[in-house]
């Protein structure tokens, strides 16, 4: 890895956490707009270490993911730092429609769609506890003060800057025609088919699910069975006897 | 362009790793560890592409179902919580912290700081206030 790339990372980490510290909700505001220019300052830069990893003629493409993953970085940038509850759970909405759209980018249609079918009802669910629980005062005491953002953004930062240089040092550069390596023996038993066979491709998923994993599948079942007699057994009111 | 999806898995990831340890909202907590699901998805996924089989789309499903089984506990929960101190502050609920640590005193925000509640339109009365009876005035304060 080039020393400026990694001078990029560095940059992209520090500025970012410094825009998420200064847009953090607390009782002083006034940081509001140098933070949301440090946090602009990291998009750019994050967008210019993307735009050095796309190879000859992915210019459509990246087009596209560009906004997208600009889109879902901001909304993820905005479900932590908003004060009010409801705002947090309309940018995670956000941030779960532009993975939805990255999803579709990288042939999963049907995860595209489940993510949004599963993901918005659980915001309309979490809206309503919402409603229901917490906007009796306005926006209150706790949700103005953030516990420790400095500790937090540091270590958060730590960590970042090592992913993206454990990822950039080993995917530099590298197009996305990456094949199985030739003569391994491929555990699936069903094909995988991209974007050539439009229309069977939530077939073949299927295929794969029923036919190579069918043990996760039933143990998922039981783990959804679990869920429900536990929250229901949870949130039951006790009644007296 | 696969490392430019992992960034933004790992971008995601990090970001609901601030959002858990920073807020103290119950709900918003919550909110964050879905995030950082949805970065680890992201990863899956794009390697699913990369190495052109269906693990990876499996597996993000199957991560779409603990999330689905988690969210269901995870509110039930909150209801718990709720109805035991009538507030999502998880610093309420400290008392569960080990027994060495410290305990966290969140109280200390400046009363200076507390921005004031909304200032709501008023209207310019109008016309002349009518005399009220006595009758009026105590049927008045017994409804």
Same mark, same amino acid.
């Given at each position: 890895m080039s020393g400026a790339m990694q001078a990029l990372i560095v940059a992209i980490a520090i500025s970012g956490g410094l825009g998420v510290f200064l847009l953090?909700?607390? +009782?002083?505001? $006034?940081t509001r707009p140098a933070g949301l220019a440090l946090a602009g300052l990291s998009l750019a830069l994050l967008v210019v270490a993307w735009c050095a990893n796309f190879g000859e003629g992915d210019l459509p493409a990246g087009l596209v993911f560009c906004l997208l993953a600009a889109l879902t970085v901001v909304a993820g940038v905005m479900t932590v730092t908003r004060r009010s509850p409801v705002s947090c759970a309309l940018w995670f909405a956000s941030v779960v429609i532009g993975t939805s759209g990255l999803f579709m980018l990288q042939n999963a249609q049907f995860l595209a769609a489940a993510t949004i079918i599963v993901y918005a009802g659980a915001i309309i669910v979490m809206f309503l506890f919402v409603v229901m629980?917490?906007?009796?005062? $306005?926006?209150s005491f706790y949700d103005r003060t953030p516990r420790e953002p400095a500790l937090a953004i540091i270590s958060a930062g730590i960590l970042l800057v090592l992913l993206l240089s454990v990822i950039v040092s080993t995917h530099? $550069?590298?197009? +996305?025609s990456v094949r199985p390596i030739a003569g391994e023996p491929s555990v699936s038993k069903t094909a995988f088919m991209s974007s050539d066979a439009a229309g069977q491709h939530v077939a073949g998923l299927g295929r794969s699910l029923f036919a190579d994993h069918w043990l996760s599948l039933e143990i998922a079942g039981a783990v959804l069975l679990v869920a429900m007699v536990g929250a229901i057994a949870i949130a039951a009111r006790k009644e007296r006897a | 362009m696969l490392a430019n999806y992992l960034i933004v898995g790992a971008i995601l990831f990090v970001l609901g790793a601030v959002g858990f340890l920073t807020r103290r909202n119950m709900i918003v907590m919550f909110l964050s560890a879905e995030m950082m699901l949805q970065g680890v998805s992201l990863n899956l996924v794009a390697f699913s592409n990369v190495w052109s089989n269906w693990h990876g789309q499996i597996f993000t499903i199957y991560i779409l179902t603990i999330a689905a089984a988690e969210a269901a506990i995870a509110l039930a929960l909150v209801v718990k919580l709720y109805h035991r101190r009538?507030? !999502? @502050?998880?610093? !309420?609920?400290? @008392?569960?912290?080990? *027994?060495d640590q410290p305990a966290i005193? @969140? @109280? %200390?925000? *400046? %009363? %200076?700081?507390v921005p004031a509640p909304p200032a709501w339109p008023t209207l310019t009365p109008a016309g002349v206030e009518p005399r009220h009876t006595d009758e009026e005035i105590e049927e008045a304060t017994h409804v």
């Open positions: 953090m909700p607390r +009782a002083a505001t $006034g629980l917490a906007q009796q005062s $306005g926006v530099h $550069g590298e197009s +996305a | 009538g507030s !999502l @502050d998880v610093s !309420l609920w400290q @008392d569960l912290r080990e *027994p005193d @969140d @109280d %200390a925000e *400046p %009363a %200076a700081s």
